[in-house]
C-alpha cells in the first residue's frame, strides 16, 4: 500500500494537524490492513515537513506496521523531520533508502 502524503497539504506542519491526518488513515486507508503488509510512505508534493507532525503519522504507522518504506525524500526539511525521528523516535534510515523500524524493505 502506497500513503500519499501530499493528500494531507504539501506544509505538514503541525501535531494537531498530525494528529488529525492519522485519525483520517486509521479510519479510512489502514483500518482493515494486515499489520504485516509492506507500506510506503511517499513524500512527493511535501515542501515542509515538521517533526511534530511526522511523530503524530510516521512514528504511529512504523509502530503499527514493521515493514514501512519512505519514498521521494529528497527535499531538505523531509530529510531533517526523518533525522529528527530516528534520534528521537526509533525510526531509521541509511544509504539514501529511507525505512522504518530498522527492517529492510525490497523494491
Known amino acids: 500500500m502506497i500513503i500519499e502524503l501530499k493528500k494531507f ?3 505538514l506542519i503541525s501535531r494537531p494537524a498530525g494528529r488529525e491526518a492519522f485519525l483520517a488513515l486509521s479510519a479510512y486507508v489502514i483500518r482493515d490492513i494486515d499489520s504485516a503488509e509492506p507500506i510506503e ?3 512527493s508534493g511535501v ?6 507532525w ?3 503519522v510516521i ?3 512504523a509502530e503499527r506496521f514493521p515493514n514501512i ?3 521521494n ?5 523531509v530529510q531533517a523531520t526523518l533525522e529528527t525521528l530516528r534520534e528521537y523516535s526509533g525510526v531509521s534510515y541509511s544509504n539514501g533508502t529511507t525505512l522504518a523500524t ?3 524493505v525490497a523494491g
Not at 73 to 77: D, K, R, Y
Request: aromatic share 6%; net charge neutral.
Open 41 to 43: 510512505i511517499d513524500f
Open 54 to 56: 511526522a511523530d503524530e
Open 69 to 71: 518504506r519512505f519514498s
Open 9 to 11: 497539504g504539501d506544509l
Open 73 to 77: 525524500t529528497a527535499n531538505a526539511s
Open 47 to 52: 515542501k515542509v515537513l515538521t517533526p511534530s
Open 59 to 61: 512514528t504511529k504507522l
Open 102 to 104: 530498522g527492517k529492510v
